[in-house]
């Protein structure tokens, strides 16, 4: 790719950046709990179902948090923004890596 090429597709892809504050690193997985005693729904049926957002820190460390059904909505948004917005930068690396050695790439 040539050197405006890539300048222009640099441009692009900045300009195409999610929000940068609405952001959310981790998983979403669904649970079900349940209840030991004293609880209709639990003595039926499979339990409650719920969202669990989990978060891994390096050295195996990891948070979890249950989430409202509200907020399991603005979770899946704000972890597809962070996905985004990861391999979207990563991409601009790429282009600066290629600007860097013009030559290799033309
Ligand atoms: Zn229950």
């Given at each position: 790719m040539k050197q405006e090429k890539i300048i222009k597709a640099r441009t692009k892809l900045?300009?195409?950046?999610?929000?940068t504050t609405e952001i959310l690193r981790g998983s979403l997985l669904h649970r079900r709990i349940r209840h030991r005693s004293g609880c209709a729904v639990c003595a039926k049926g499979p339990g409650h179902?719920?969202?669990v957002l989990t978060i891994s820190y390096p050295g195996g460390r990891t948070k979890q948090i249950?989430?409202?059904a509200e907020?399991?909505?603005l979770v899946?948004?704000?972890?597809?923004?962070y996905r985004k917005l990861k391999d979207t930068l990563e991409r601009i690396c790429e282009l600066n890596l290629q600007l860097l050695r013009p030559?290799?790439?033309a």
């Open positions: 900045a300009a195409s950046l999610p929000s179902p719920v969202w249950s989430l409202s907020q399991k909505v899946q948004q704000s972890l597809r923004n030559e290799k790439h």
